[in-house]
Every structure is written in structure tokens, then in C-alpha cells.
């Protein structure tokens, strides 16, 4: 517990002295001069002298490594996957960012993002410590083996984690989208000093993380939080990737916009080409954007019912689309929503990344190997 509270401290102050780490934490001095060298020898912090002289002597600053060590991000979506290499500190290397069109089969998947891992990691003089792998579908944190990805079939039943680190030798965990986006959000987002916050994840699925107490809820399977196959149209719905009909995930996702759209004017076209047409005034998507905006604010409403929330931080595109998209969805969570919960509920646009989300997962993990779990 006292190594990740060092660990949670330096992420979100910066550089700190172990006497700052002291104050900051309220644990003693022996604690965390103990727990400071766990996270040393395990690569996840680095120290250095200050230049300046404190009571007569040089003081050392521990900080999270950004250049000395790096992880590896990987990305699974269901049209493109990424890769990128990150410091410790969440600062993403974007000059070596790898995103690619999503391989047809599963053992394609696995051996391109193992070479490209592998180049990346021969490539740089520093080490990397490990990949973390996130995925949007349901995974059993037991055995990291994934139940169902409803928009990325070739992955159901697959363990990519464990086929990866056996290609590249590397430690490597894998992560549900909506896990890793709220450890996102509490690592280098606006989470990090909330203790009750959820992140909806509602770009192509309808993904949900949730801290209660500080805590990242899990359930005994790491399923805990799953939102996204409840029905909401039971009549005349759309047919979902679960197998079920008229699940939130079919009607409240950016996903789920883009199929409507591209229902209505009779050809496929992707999310970029709805914004930018819909910017340039060529398409109207007022009906499709306010009917999915409907639908979020229920899933928002029942998250606030269910965990009593401060925060909830909500991660979409449909909010680019129109002006005040955004504050409707607030103006309609809220109206659903029990009134002592949402009174005392902030509905925000999530700062987290999925990229810095992938990241968090591998360092939770590595973190983990310390202390107690967290996940
Ligand atoms: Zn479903």
C-alpha cells in the first residue's frame, strides 16, 4: 500500500524530495525511504542531484523515469491498432507512434504488433520495462483471456498478452479499453486526486471504469462496470456484437452515430468524414447526434444512480460535432438522474488518452509486482 502511495504522489506532484514525499503522503520516514527503493530497484523511479543546496547539503529528487526507462503502449481497436513507446511519466514518444490498419486474423495481429514491439525496443539504447495492452471487450483479469470484444471478433478467447511476451520475451499485461482509460484519467488526467469518479468510454463501445473509494472496482473477474449489453430498445433494436438486441452499445457510442448516418444517406462513411462534412455545414446530423445523445444520458443517469459518483469523465468525438452537444448531454444526465447524486456530480470531457491509457495499464501492473493490487 505504501509503495504505491509513493508512487501515486510523485505521479501527480512531479519531482519530489523524499521529504516532500513525507508530507505529501503522511507516511513516515522509514516507510518511505523503504518503499522509495522498491520503486528504484524496479526501474519505476529515477533519482537525481539537485543543483541547489538545502541546509548544506545537495537534496535528491525522485521523479518517474522519462528518457532512463520507457514502456510500451499497445492499442487494439477494431479498424486501427497502435503502438508507441512512452517515459514512465506518461510523456508519449509520438515520433515513434505506430498506428496501422487492424489485421484480419488473430495470429497476423499478434505477430505484427510482436515486430513492431521488437523494432521499436532494438531501436532505443534505454530499457523498457514492459506492454501494456488494451482492448475494447470484456477480459478475465484471472487469466487474461478475453470473453467477448463485440467489435473486434478475431480476439474473443484469445489471451494476446501471454502470445505476445512469448514472441518478445517481454513482460506484458493486457487491459479492457475502459480499465485503462480510467487509470488513465487517475494517473496523469483529472482523476488523480478523486476518490469516486467514473470514465465512459463511448467511442466505439460503451465502456465503463470505476473508482469507488480510491479504489478501481473489479469485481472477481475484472468485470465489474460493464454497461454496455443493458437493454434499452428492447423492441426493434439493432442486433449488437454480443448477440443480444438493442443493448446501450448499439445506440450511445460514436459508433453507433456514424451507423445511423450512414444509414440515412445510403453510404458508409467513417466518423472524420460525418465531423468534417458536418462542419462545413454539408450534412445535417442534428437528429442522429440527439437521438444518441438520449440514449448517453441514460447510461450517464444509471452511472451516477448505481456509484453515487463526484466525477464522471466521459470520452467521445460526438461532442466535436455541434457546439453544445456537450452541455445537452449534462442538461439531460442530470434531469434523469436521482437529484442528490447528480446535484453533487461533475459530468466533464475525460483529459486521459488511450495511448497514456495502455501506458498506465503496464505501470499499474508493474506496480502491482510491489504491492498490493490494485486491479
Ligand atoms: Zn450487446
Known amino acids: 500500500m505504501n509503495v504505491r502511495k509513493v508512487l501515486e504522489v510523485i505521479q501527480s506532484q512531479g519531482t519530489l524530495t523524499r521529504a516532500d514525499v513525507m508530507r505529501c503522503s503522511g507516511i513516515s520516514a522509514p516507510t518511505v525511504s523503504k518503499a522509495v527503493s522498491a520503486l528504484l530497484d524496479a526501474g519505476l523511479l529515477e533519482e537525481r542531484e539537485t543543483a541547489e543546496f538545502s541546509v548544506g547539503r545537495p537534496g535528491k ?14 492499442v487494439l481497436e477494431w479498424d486501427y491498432c497502435s503502438v508507441v513507446a512512452s517515459g514512465l511519466d506518461g510523456h508519449l514518444h509520438e515520433e515513434k507512434l505506430d498506428r496501422f490498419k487492424t489485421p484480419k486474423t488473430y495470429e497476423e495481429l499478434i505477430e505484427t504488433i510482436s515486430n513492431k514491439i521488437l523494432n521499436l525496443v532494438e ?25 467477448l470484444a463485440s467489435n473486434l471478433h478475431i480476439v474473443d478467447g484469445q489471451a494476446p498478452a501471454a502470445d505476445i511476451a512469448s ?25 488523480q486526486d ?8 463511448v467511442t466505439s463501445g460503451f465502456g465503463m471504469g470505476v473508482f469507488t473509494g480510491g479504489q478501481l472496482l473489479a469485481g472477481q473477474q475484472g468485470l465489474a462496470g460493464e454497461i454496455a449489453h443493458i437493454t434499452v430498445e428492447p423492441v426493434g433494436g439493432r442486433l449488437c456484437g454480443c448477440g ?6 448499439t445506440v450511445a457510442t460514436d459508433l453507433a452515430l456514424t451507423y445511423y448516418v450512414s444509414k440515412r444517406v445510403g453510404k458508409d462513411l467513417d466518423f472524420d468524414t460525418i465531423l468534417k462534412l458536418a462542419k462545413q455545414g454539408e450534412l445535417d446530423i442534428t437528429e442522429e447526434l440527439n437521438r444518441t445523445i438520449d440514449f448517453l444520458a441514460i447510461g450517464v443517469a444509471a452511472a451516477i444512480n448505481i456509484f453515487n459518483p463526484t466525477n464522471i ?3 467521445s468525438r460526438l461532442f466535436d460535432l455541434q457546439k453544445d452537444a456537450f452541455n445537452t448531454l449534462i442538461k439531460k444526465a442530470k434531469n434523469r438522474a436521482l437529484k442528490p447524486s ?8 475525460s483529459k486521459g488518452n488511450k495511448y497514456l491509457g495502455a501506458v498506465a495499464g503496464i505501470i499499474n501492473h508493474l506496480a502491482n509486482g510491489l504491492g498490493p493490487r490494485l486491479t
Open 194 to 201: 478523486v476518490e469516486d469518479f467514473i470514465n465512459l468510454d
Open 61 to 74: 529528487l525522485l521523479q518517474l523515469p522519462r528518457f532512463s526507462a520507457q514502456v510500451i503502449g499497445v
Open 313 to 315: 469523465f466521459v470520452t
Open 342 to 349: 447528480s446535484n453533487s456530480c461533475e459530468i466533464e470531457r
Open 244 to 249: 443480444n438486441v438493442g443493448c446501450l452499445e
Open 167 to 191: 514472441r518478445t520475451k517481454m513482460e506484458c499485461v493486457l487491459v479492457q479499453k475502459s480499465t485503462s482509460l480510467s487509470l488513465s484519467e487517475k494517473t496523469y488526467g483529472s482523476g
Open 123 to 147: 531501436k532505443q539504447e534505454i530499457p523498457a520495462l514492459g506492454v501494456g495492452i488494451t482492448v475494447p471487450g470484456l477480459v478475465n483479469s484471472n487469466d487474461g483471456r478475453i470473453f
